[in-house]
């Protein structure tokens, strides 16, 4: 069974930080790796999508890397924005039926 | 093209009423997912389906819960005779392609329905 982990929970920083969100998950027979974002009382949405064979993805200051050898997944914000301010979910696709999802991470970013 | 649609957003309930969740998938889409997210908890996978058929309802619980995605008109998530546990964001969330295979496509969320049980 999978076990999606993330690590910290909640995380502060300042403007203009750059960031890392760190995912951690039990079984590596993975088609993909999803990461998305949440906004309080809001729905999921998709950042970054990282498949299988894929090492990393790049969007705009985001990036995700994967290896799946050892279970990991990192979130890279670069110069991070008061807007960045969300929940941040990674999600693991074993089955091709449903997400495994982490706990998130809680970020705040202050102007 | 628009998103996936979730409605009520908002559902009050007393113990024992029933809840119906609707979830329009979008353009294209003929997977759906449904997921709750309870209190200071995370998303947990509740079933999947296609048009007229459940896939996968591993995540859905024994009692009280049904779902279906029928030919015509959204997919609905029953809960029968809800209890204050059952308060909870539900969402749905659809693709174009599922199921078995190295499938790879993103899942597209809804809004969600946040349901309440007084």
């Known amino acids: 069974k999978q076990e999606v982990t993330q690590i910290p929970a909640a995380l502060s920083v300042p403007e203009g930080e750059n960031l890392v969100l760190n995912c951690s998950f039990t079984d590596s027979a993975i088609y993909n790796l999803q990461w998305f974002r949440q906004d309080p009382g809001k729905g999921l949405t998709s950042l970054l999508l990282?498949?299988?064979?894929?090492r990393e993805q790049t969007s705009g200051r985001l990036n995700a890397s994967l290896d799946k050898s050892s279970g990991r997944s990192t979130l890279y914000i670069a110069a991070s924005q008061p807007g960045d301010s969300a929940t941040y979910l990674c999600a693991a696709d074993n089955a091709g039926n449903m997400l495994t999802f982490g706990g998130g991470t809680r970020l705040m970013v202050k102007p | 093209n628009a998103g996936v649609m979730q409605n009520p957003r908002h559902l009050v309930r007393r113990r024992g009423q029933e809840a119906r969740l609707r979830c329009s998938p979008m353009?294209?889409?003929?997977?759906v997912y449904w997921y709750r997210q309870l209190p200071e908890e995370g998303l947990k996978f509740m079933v999947y389906?296609?048009?007229?058929?459940?896939?996968?309802e591993s995540g859905m619980p024994k009692e009280r819960f049904s779902a279906e995605f029928p030919k015509e008109g959204p997919s609905i998530l029953r809960i029968q005779q809800v209890v204050r546990g059952d308060s909870a964001a539900y969402f749905c969330a659809s693709s174009p392609l599922g199921g078995t295979g190295a499938r790879t496509d993103t899942q597209y969320f809804g809004p969600g329905t946040r349901l309440t049980v007084l």
């Open positions: 353009k294209g889409h003929s997977h």
């Open positions: 389906l296609q048009k007229e058929n459940i896939i996968d």
């Open positions: 990282i498949q299988s064979s894929q």
